[in-house]
């Protein structure tokens, strides 16, 4: 079975219900949730989902929110050497450095995100989520 590790976007488009890309992000979900998939998430990333939809609702919605989610993905860890890894890398983006290097570490088959452009550098297979989808459609 695949491990992908997801990336904050994809839960961001589910929980605020953001146009087009809220279905093909439930569907990754739901494939999840239905067992085609290990799905896992960094914990930095479960903190700055938080913080986000606090903002734009409350902090019980938020966490009403991310309790469901972590019914079908695991969170994992952010250890030291992801931070040293991420600051050491050709990533532009540090946070996107974390997630890889955690992906990685954690032998994710596939980093999932709309900003696949932002992985460049990743040795972990990046793809968008349609691109997941049709994984289970062949």
Do not use: W
């Not at 695949?2 to 488009?13: A, E, N, P, T």
């Not at 929110?65 to 931070?83: N, P, R």
């Not at 992906?103 to 349609?130: L, Q, W």
Request: proline residues 1%.
């Amino acid at each position: 079975m695949k491990k992908v590790f997801i990336d904050s976007d994809i839960i961001l488009d589910i929980a605020t219900g953001r146009e087009p890309f809220f279905i093909d992000s439930t569907a990754v979900l739901s494939l999840i949730e239905n067992g085609y998939a290990i799905g896992v998430i960094s914990a930095n990333s479960i903190t700055n989902i938080y913080y986000i939809l606090r903002k734009i609702s409350t902090s019980e919605k938020a966490k009403k929110f991310i309790k469901t989610i972590l019914k079908c993905i695991s969170i994992i860890s952010v250890e030291h050497q992801d931070i040293q890894n991420a600051l050491e890398s050709k990533f532009k983006d540090f946070e996107d450095g974390v997630q890889h290097f955690c992906a990685k570490r954690n032998r994710c088959d596939y980093i999932v995100t709309r900003h696949v452009k932002d992985y460049v550098f990743s040795d972990v297979e990046v793809i968008e989520p349609k691109e997941f989808i049709l994984l289970f459609k062949r």
